[in-house]
């Protein structure tokens, strides 16, 4: 394969307390924008998102902060669980007919007992 | 949510045969699915937009003959890994567009490891 032993940014805290995974997106005409979360060996799963006209949106337990003006999007994770361990991708969806998604290269998230 | 599912889950194979893997959307029709390849501890990397009843759309650097994508229809598109060798050896995802409300979001089938031999 191509793996070049690239090392995924990790983040680790302890369970309770809450998370914030960062992503810098790279073009300001992105309208959309996704995170996921991965766990080993399977495929992305849909977490929550927002849109260019909003800069912070919740859902159960996540909040995802837009900051269009230095390209900036984070995820915070409430009353972090074992559970939530995983891969966190943003994306970003750029404005055009094929919709296309660009993916970050994620975060490693470790929940510590 | 939508679901997506992907079959086979994972597959061995001899270099130089050829792979066939499935997308399904259970749960919703989508015009539209895409095809990921992701090496390990690395982001997912498009390789191509399948279309239902037309052409794919391939990514640069993706050979449209060594993937070969058919979205014959609205629940179903299939990528075919073609004289498959071991640097295919990856792991590829597939996602649907579902287009509900005023969003569209992408879903993710639960990928497929291939392992050529």
């Known amino acids: 394969g191509e793996s070049v032993g690239l090392h995924l940014p990790t983040l680790s805290v302890q369970e309770g307390d809450n998370s914030i995974i960062n992503c810098a997106y790279s073009?300001?005409?992105?309208?959309?924008f996704i995170w996921y979360k991965q766990e080993s060996g399977k495929g992305p799963q849909f977490i929550i998102d927002i849109r260019s006209n909003m800069d912070k949106r919740q859902g159960q337990r996540v909040t995802v902060l837009l900051n269009k003006t230095v390209k900036h999007l984070s995820l915070q994770i409430a009353a972090t669980q074992p559970g939530d361990s995983a891969v966190y991708f943003c994306a970003e969806n750029l404005s055009g007919s094929a919709r296309q998604l660009t993916f970050g290269s994620g975060t490693q998230l470790t929940v510590l007992p | 949510g939508a679901v997506v599912s992907q079959h086979p889950s994972w597959v061995i194979c001899k270099s130089g045969t050829s792979v066939k893997i499935e997308c399904r959307s259970l749960d919703f029709q989508a015009t539209t699915m895409f095809w990921y390849r992701q090496f390990p501890k690395q982001s997912l990397m498009l390789m191509a937009t399948s279309n239902e009843g037309s052409k794919a759309t391939y990514e640069q650097g993706v050979e449209k003959d060594k993937f070969l994508i058919n979205h014959a229809s609205l629940t179903l598109s299939t990528l075919t890994v073609t004289s498959a060798h071991p640097e295919d050896s990856s792991f590829y995802i597939c996602?649907?567009?579902?287009?509900?409300?005023?969003?569209?979001?992408?879903?993710f089938g639960p990928g497929t490891r291939l392992l050529v031999l």
């Open positions: 996602s649907a567009r579902d287009w509900g409300g005023n969003r569209e979001t992408q879903y």
């Open positions: 073009n300001s005409a992105s309208d959309y």
